[in-house]
């Protein structure tokens, strides 16, 4: 039977069918460096299968049912080709993904270094590790899906797409389909999670576009798990060799880390930018007298990488913290106290940091003692001593973190410099409709951060309304014309304040109006209790919604002054923001099995001025879980011919509440001075934060058995390994560990 | 995501089912679908059709039948957990059913789909393979019980010819020291490795999951208790005969170590 005339298929289309399409290949928007290589990427691929997820074809049936059993008839003719998955391999260029680039090494990056860099030879002690971290899938529960429609003889068409990003998607899909912008509108509906894996545009939305456009139909595509897994972007994937330089006393002098990062085999969206995302804050919360940083981009036969829930910094942070620990370790100091006299002194004003950008606001000090003081840090050891003294199969392990983080993307003129192609503003309109109800349009485009509730919290305070007189629209780009979307927990500082000030141009036009109807001078008004009130006489008042009527009906406006009463705001941040934290963890390891328990986890955050408390718990806690499951459950794995051996989530471990404990959760705050409101961002902290918090604690629990390294995750077998390896040599029954002494080389992470 | 095209028919009675299966070569039982619609919907399984028993009530039951215990093929995971029947009598068997999955895992899963479908990754089959159970098989030409012995014959194969169905697990009466410890990722997780202890006969049964291509029996282990080993000693032998699985939820090598740490504990919790 052929193809075509299966039950129910409209059609069966290769790139070669398709080669009218596409005027272009899938975006990248972040050309990091002048020689950076960058291979085209086409919806469907024209010569080479370069990653299992690479689509060679689309058949589009009458339902999903009908599609699968035709796509399995669908026989692709190919050669195998060698593969190359290892990083270090694939930079030999042995085997090159692109020809026509030449090579596999397509981008090399380097913040530029900050201070001596003699003194990460000349320190009394240098520390030098290897850290490896596994490529992550970000797993958004709910998966990608799209639909795309329109009137094809008006050329007009519309996406409907589980994205994050739908003001970006309408720029780029106008590119790679070539139908005008002004004739695309894309919608972002319920688009469930995202983590940065909906950061992006990509190939299936650009042919459910193209084929609406071919069939004269709707074309409808949603995902399901394994094809999330393979063709959704991943995350992570990085190797780093890292150095500390330190004093026997336990000042850090300076650090520094040569990244090699995994691009997969293809640019996505951002994916050369990620590392570099990382590149500002490789000195974390600490005052160092030198820096460095530098990465290299390399093409693997693997799913293309991209952003994922942090991008960038949490791999910067759990290096800077593997590395802190080792170093503790190395002079025999509580890494507790090593961390503490190495923060970086407070400030309330904007202060340029060792990397070259300006930090916000800074006091981690009095976050840091909150932490230790929830963990019970000094009964936690005191337990501690005890098991290691009892020789309890169960040890306990206490593990820090401290990090700063970039939020508040960003300040354009740095986008610019960064040689990012797009702007960092965000934009807000606020319409008042005559008897109260005011209705938002924000350029944000959240997805299960609750702007509808903060943004509302925003406008009710600034005009003296209540939250459910709100109404915030978003995620369609016919209704809200401008934005730059949601990531890089940049919402709250760029969106959220470009609200704030279309709140204050609201009131400006209002309060010319209730000078005129109250008549009197605009300076003998006041804003008080929710009112333009008359300075002496309270009495004598408007009220927003008392002037967005007036202002509809416009019966009798001042002179000059045009009906409706809105205002609209586009933003760009002068600084990014920096939040900074401590976050404290306890796990318990069968020293027997390698299980790792976690006892207890403290997080202590700094966002700077907090809008809506639950939210900021919901995003610590959801970005920690993801931490712990990235510190102990999750790793993408690939089998030499490049198959991804964790393609469902039976495979890829994603931890149940059952293993997620009981956050112990506070605050300090530290005001922004990047933005009005005083915002900093929380939605990537949890994540940034909590991988090298259970990592270290579970170094610590079986260093005293000589343990020094430890991979990602640390799942049962790899403890269980590691304590093999350290305690070679001891007499052990049935392969177990009774009677294991500590190996002779206890503390000594040279 | 989305299985092949299959033929359904829903079974009223065993009879039915057995002259249905019998019709097509290519026809499989549908129980609780926990196991057989998953390796549908990736298409590794693709029977013709499906024979739904699910709705089949008098195969759901749990009763002390004399000096045994009787459990209806169809008894949901649940409802095996929270028979008092079995919580009193054999306990070992109520505690594993508890430990399956999740709580939907549990609700739809029975006990009969877990021996047919002979995983030696399940929970429960290596706790009946501990307890010499006895399964009762129907099939055209009558009924016939084999021992759990002989049950498991290889990967995902049993006795069962394709036309029989199960309908009843018979298990001893189990009251004495007994031990059930499971190792897994995640609480919903199969066992990395699983390892049961009944105290029987004055000696001990040791049933293991996931430690070969069928459920296993810790022959060594039983040899070196009955033996008058301690504990750690016997469980040294926890290995023997076994052939682990190597993949990503661990090494073989790994394997045969945690099987001794968990078989030393299982005959610590289990033996007086
Ligand atoms: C998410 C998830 C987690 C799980 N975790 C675990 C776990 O931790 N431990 C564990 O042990 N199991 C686990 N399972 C499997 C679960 O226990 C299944 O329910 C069980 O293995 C099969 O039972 P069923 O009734 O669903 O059988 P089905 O899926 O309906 O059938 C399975 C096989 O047995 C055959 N069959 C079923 N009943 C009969 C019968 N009466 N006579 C003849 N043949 C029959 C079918 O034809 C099929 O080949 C899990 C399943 C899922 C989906």
Same mark, same amino acid.
């Given at each position: 039977?052929?193809?075509?005339?299966?039950?129910?298929?409209?059609?069966?289309?290769?790139?070669?069918?398709?080669?009218?399409?596409?005027?272009?290949? %899938?975006?990248?928007?972040?050309?990091?460096?002048?020689?950076?290589?960058?291979?085209?990427?086409?919806?469907?691929?024209?010569?080479?299968?370069?990653?299992?997820?690479?689509?060679?074809?689309?058949?589009?049936?009458?339902?999903?049912?009908?599609?699968?059993?035709?796509?399995?008839?669908? @026989?692709?003719?190919?050669?195998?080709?060698?593969?190359?998955?290892?990083?270090?391999?694939?930079?030999?260029?042995?085997?090159?993904?692109?020809?026509?680039?030449?090579?596999?090494?397509?981008?090399?990056? /380097?913040?530029?270094?900050?201070?001596?860099?003699?003194?990460?030879?000349?320190?009394?002690?240098?520390?030098?590790?290897?850290? %490896?971290?596994?490529?992550?899938?970000?797993?958004?529960?709910?998966?990608?899906?799209?639909?795309?429609?329109?009137?094809?003889?008006?050329?007009?068409?519309?996406?409907?797409?589980?994205?994050q990003?739908?003001?970006?998607?309408?720029?780029?899909?106008?590119?790679?389909?070539?139908?005008?912008?002004?004739?695309?509108?894309?919608?972002?509906?319920?688009? +469930?999670?995202g983590f940065g894996?909906?950061l992006?545009?990509?190939?299936?939305?650009?042919?459910? %576009?193209?084929?609406?456009?071919?069939?004269?139909?709707?074309?409808?595509?949603?995902?399901?798990?394994?094809?999330?897994?393979?063709?959704?972007?991943?995350?992570?994937?990085?190797?780093?060799?890292?150095?500390?330089?330190?004093?026997?006393?336990?000042?850090?002098?300076?650090?520094?880390?040569?990244?090699?990062?995994?691009?997969?085999?293809?640019? =996505?969206?951002?994916?050369?930018?990620?590392?570099?995302l990382?590149?500002?804050v490789?000195?974390?919360?600490?005052?160092?007298? @030198?820096?460095?940083?530098?990465?290299? +981009?390399?093409?693997?036969?693997?799913?293309?990488?991209?952003a994922?829930r942090g991008a960038g910094r949490p791999?910067?942070?759990?290096?800077?913290?593997?590395?802190?620990?080792?170093?503790?370790?190395?002079?025999?100091?509580?890494?507790?106290?090593?961390?503490?006299?190495?923060?970086?002194?407070?400030?309330?004003?904007?202060?340029?940091?060792?990397?070259?950008?300006?930090?916000?606001?800074?006091?981690?000090?009095? &976050?840091?003692?909150?932490?230790?003081?929830?963990?019970?840090?000094?009964?936690?050891?005191?337990?501690?001593?005890?098991?290691?003294? /009892?020789?309890?199969?169960?040890?306990?392990?206490?593990?820090?973190? /401290?990090y700063i983080e970039m939020c508040g993307l960003a300040?354009?003129?740095?986008?610019?410099?960064?040689?990012?192609?797009?702007?960092g503003?965000d934009?807000?309109?606020?319409?008042?409709?005559?008897?109260?109800?005011?209705?938002?349009?924000?350029?944000t485009?959240p997805?299960?951060q +609750?702007h509808?509730?903060?943004?509302?919290?925003?406008?009710?305070?600034?005009?003296?309304?209540?939250?459910?007189?709100?109404?915030?629209?978003?995620?369609? &780009?016919?209704?809200?014309?401008?934005?730059?979307d949601t990531y890089g927990s940049r919402s709250a500082a760029v969106g959220g304040?470009?609200?704030?000030?279309?709140?204050?141009?609201?009131?400006?036009?209002?309060?010319?109006?209730?000078?005129?109807?109250?008549?009197?001078?605009?300076?003998?008004?006041?804003?008080?209790?929710?009112?333009?009130?008359?300075?002496?006489?309270?009495?004598?008042?408007?009220?927003?919604?008392?002037?967005?009527?007036?202002?509809?009906?416009?019966?009798?406006?001042?002179?000059?002054?045009?009906?409706?009463?809105?205002?609209?705001?586009?933003?760009?941040p002068?600084?990014f923001t920096w939040p900074a934290g401590?976050?404290?963890?306890?796990?318990?390891?069968?020293?027997?099995?390698?299980?790792?328990?976690?006892?207890?986890?403290?997080?202590?955050d700094?966002c700077g001025?907090?809008?809506?408390?639950?939210i900021v718990? +919901?995003q610590v806690?959801g970005g920690?879980? =993801?931490?712990?499951?990235?510190?102990?459950?999750?790793?993408?794995?690939?089998?030499?011919?490049?198959?991804?051996?964790?393609?469902?989530?039976?495979?890829?471990?994603?931890?149940?509440?059952?293993?997620?404990?009981?956050?112990?959760?506070?605050?300090?705050?530290?005001?922004s &001075?990047t933005n009005?409101?005083?915002v900093k961002g929380i939605a990537e902290a949890g994540t940034i934060a909590?991988?090298?918090?259970?990592?270290?604690?579970?170094?610590?629990?079986? /260093?005293?058995?000589?343990?020094?390294?430890?991979?990602?995750?640390?799942?049962?077998?790899?403890?269980?390994?590691?304590?093999?390896?350290?305690?070679?040599?001891?007499?052990?029954?049935?392969?177990?560990?009774?009677?294991?002494?500590?190996?002779?080389?206890?503390?000594?992470?040279? | 995501?989305?299985?092949?095209?299959?033929?359904?028919?829903?079974?009223?009675?065993?009879?039915?089912?057995?002259?249905?299966?019998?019709?097509?070569?290519?026809?499989?039982?549908?129980?609780?679908?926990?196991?057989?619609?998953?390796?549908?919907?990736?298409?590794?399984?693709?029977?013709?059709?499906?024979?739904?028993?699910?709705?089949?009530?008098?195969?759901?039951?749990?009763?002390?039948?004399?000096?045994?215990?009787?459990?209806?093929?169809?008894?949901?995971?649940?409802?095996?957990?929270?028979?008092?029947?079995?919580?009193?009598?054999?306990?070992?068997?109520?505690?594993?059913?508890?430990?399956?999955?999740?709580?939907?895992?549990?609700?739809?899963?029975?006990?009969?789909?877990?021996?047919?479908?002979?995983?030696?990754?399940?929970?429960?089959?290596?706790?009946?393979?501990?307890?010499?159970?006895?399964?009762?098989?129907?099939?055209?030409?009558?009924?016939?019980?084999?021992?759990?012995?002989?049950?498991?014959?290889?990967?995902? #194969?049993?006795?069962?010819?394709?036309? #029989?169905?199960?309908? #009843?697990?018979?298990?001893?009466?189990?009251?004495?020291?007994?031990?059930?410890?499971?190792?897994?990722?995640?609480?919903?997780?199969?066992?990395?490795?699983?390892?049961?202890?009944?105290?029987?006969?004055?000696?001990?049964?040791?049933?293991?999951?996931?430690?070969?291509?069928?459920?296993?029996?810790?022959?060594?282990?039983? #040899?070196?208790?009955?033996?008058?080993?301690?504990?750690?000693?016997?469980?040294?032998?926890?290995?023997?005969?076994?052939?682990?699985?190597?993949?990503?939820?661990?090494?073989?090598?790994?394997?045969?170590?945690?099987?001794?740490?968990?078989?030393?504990?299982?005959?610590?919790?289990?033996?007086?």
């Amino acid at each position: 039977m052929s193809r075509k005339q299966m039950p129910g298929v409209i059609g069966v289309f290769t790139a070669a069918d398709l080669d009218d399409a596409f005027p272009a290949g %899938l975006p990248m928007v972040w050309p990091i460096t002048e020689d950076i290589k960058i291979p085209t990427h086409w919806p469907l691929t024209k010569d080479v299968i370069r990653f299992a997820g690479d689509a060679v074809a689309v058949v589009v049936a009458g339902s999903r049912a009908q599609a699968e059993d035709a796509a399995e008839e669908v @026989a692709v003719r190919a050669t195998e080709l060698p593969v190359v998955l290892d990083l270090e391999e694939a930079a030999k260029d042995q085997v090159v993904l692109h020809e026509d680039l030449g090579t596999n090494v397509v981008v090399h990056w /380097s913040h530029g270094g900050g201070g001596d860099q003699a003194i990460f030879e000349s320190a009394p002690v240098v520390v030098q590790e290897r850290h %490896l971290q596994p490529r992550l899938i970000p797993n958004a529960i709910e998966g990608r899906g799209c639909l795309a429609y329109g009137i094809p003889a008006a050329g007009e068409f519309t996406l409907v797409s589980s994205t994050q990003i739908p003001h970006i998607t309408r720029v780029g899909l106008s590119i790679t389909t070539g139908i005008p912008q002004t004739k695309l509108r894309i919608i972002a509906p319920d688009v +469930g999670g995202g983590f940065g894996s909906k950061l992006n545009i990509y190939a299936e939305e650009a042919l459910a %576009l193209a084929l609406a456009r071919q069939l004269g139909r709707p074309v409808k595509w949603i995902e399901d798990r394994q094809e999330n897994y393979l063709a959704t972007t991943h995350g992570r994937g990085v190797i780093h060799d890292c150095t500390l330089a330190g004093t026997e006393d336990g000042k850090i002098l300076g650090l520094k880390f040569v990244e090699l990062a995994d691009m997969g085999a293809y640019f =996505q969206l951002l994916t050369p930018g990620i590392p570099e995302l990382g590149g500002w804050v490789y000195m974390g919360p600490y005052d160092v007298d @030198a820096y460095w940083y530098e990465f290299t +981009g390399i093409m693997t036969n693997a799913t293309p990488t991209d952003a994922y829930r942090g991008a960038g910094r949490p791999e910067a942070t759990y290096v800077i913290e593997r590395l802190v620990d080792a170093f503790a370790r190395r002079i025999g100091k509580d890494p507790a106290q090593v961390r503490r006299m190495n923060l970086h002194p407070p400030h309330v004003d904007a202060q340029t940091s060792i990397m070259g950008l300006n930090v916000d606001s800074a006091n981690y000090e009095p &976050t840091f003692d909150r932490a230790l003081e929830l963990a019970e840090y000094d009964q936690m050891r005191k337990e501690q001593a005890a098991r290691r003294e /009892s020789g309890d199969v169960r040890q306990i392990g206490i593990g820090l973190s /401290s990090y700063i983080e970039m939020c508040g993307l960003a300040p354009s003129e740095i986008l610019g410099a960064l040689r990012y192609v797009a702007g960092g503003w965000d934009a807000a309109e606020i319409e008042c409709r005559p008897f109260g109800k005011v209705v938002v349009r924000t350029g944000t485009s959240p997805h299960g951060q +609750g702007h509808d509730t903060s943004w509302s919290q925003i406008v009710a305070d600034g005009l003296g309304i209540t939250p459910d007189d709100v109404e915030v629209l978003h995620g369609d &780009t016919a209704v809200s014309r401008l934005g730059m979307d949601t990531y890089g927990s940049r919402s709250a500082a760029v969106g959220g304040e470009a609200l704030r000030q279309a709140v204050e141009k609201v009131k400006e036009k209002a309060r010319i109006i209730a000078a005129h109807e109250l008549e009197v001078s605009e300076d003998d008004l006041e804003w008080a209790d929710g009112a333009f009130r008359v300075r002496g006489a309270p009495d004598k008042a408007r009220t927003i919604p008392d002037l967005a009527t007036s202002a509809w009906q416009a019966h009798s406006l001042p002179q000059g002054v045009e009906p409706v009463l809105e205002g609209t705001a586009v933003y760009d941040p002068p600084n990014f923001t920096w939040p900074a934290g401590t976050h404290v963890c306890v796990v318990e390891v069968d020293t027997e099995t390698g299980k790792t328990d976690v006892l207890r986890y403290v997080a202590v955050d700094d966002c700077g001025v907090v809008i809506n408390p639950m939210i900021v718990e +919901g995003q610590v806690q959801g970005g920690v879980a =993801q931490g712990i499951a990235e510190a102990l459950y999750e790793e993408a794995v690939y089998d030499g011919s490049g198959n991804l051996m964790t393609s469902s989530m039976t495979q890829y471990l994603i931890p149940s509440a059952m293993e997620i404990p009981d956050m112990i959760l506070d605050r300090t705050e530290t005001p922004s &001075t990047t933005n009005a409101l005083g915002v900093k961002g929380i939605a990537e902290a949890g994540t940034i934060a909590s991988p090298p918090a259970v990592i270290n604690a579970v170094v610590d629990a079986v /260093s005293h058995l000589g343990v020094t390294e430890m991979g990602k995750p640390a799942s049962p077998e790899r403890v269980w390994r590691a304590i093999q390896e350290a305690t070679k040599g001891s007499p052990g029954v049935s392969g177990g560990l009774d009677g294991a002494t500590p190996a002779q080389q206890e503390g000594g992470a040279s | 995501m989305i299985p092949a095209p299959f033929d359904y028919a829903r079974a009223g009675s065993v009879e039915e089912a057995i002259s249905l299966l019998g019709s097509d070569p290519d026809a499989k039982v549908l129980a609780g679908g926990h196991s057989l619609l998953p390796a549908m919907r990736l298409r590794i399984a693709r029977p013709s059709m499906l024979v739904d028993i699910g709705r089949i009530a008098d195969l759901s039951y749990v009763r002390e039948d004399g000096d045994r215990i009787a459990i209806g093929a169809l008894t949901r995971h649940h409802d095996v957990a929270n028979a008092e029947v079995l919580q009193q009598l054999c306990p070992i068997v109520a505690h594993a059913a508890g430990q399956i999955g999740d709580p939907q895992v549990r609700h739809m899963g029975t006990i009969g789909g877990s021996v047919a479908h002979g995983d030696p990754a399940g929970d429960l089959p290596s706790v009946l393979l501990a307890l010499d159970a006895g399964f009762v098989a129907q099939g055209p030409t009558g009924t016939r019980t084999v021992a759990a012995t002989g049950f498991f014959t290889s990967l995902f #194969e049993t006795a069962l010819a394709p036309d #029989e169905v199960l309908t #009843e697990i018979r298990v001893p009466k189990a009251t004495a020291g007994w031990s059930f410890m499971k190792f897994q990722r995640r609480a919903q997780d199969w066992a990395v490795v699983g390892v049961s202890a009944v105290r029987a006969n004055g000696g001990v049964h040791v049933g293991l999951t996931n430690m070969g291509l069928t459920p296993l029996r810790a022959v060594g282990v039983e #040899e070196a208790v009955g033996g008058g080993a301690d504990p750690a000693s016997a469980a040294a032998r926890a290995d023997e005969g076994t052939a682990p699985p190597d993949d990503a939820f661990g090494s073989a090598e790994y394997r045969r170590q945690l099987v001794k740490v968990l078989v030393r504990r299982a005959l610590e919790e289990a033996l007086p």
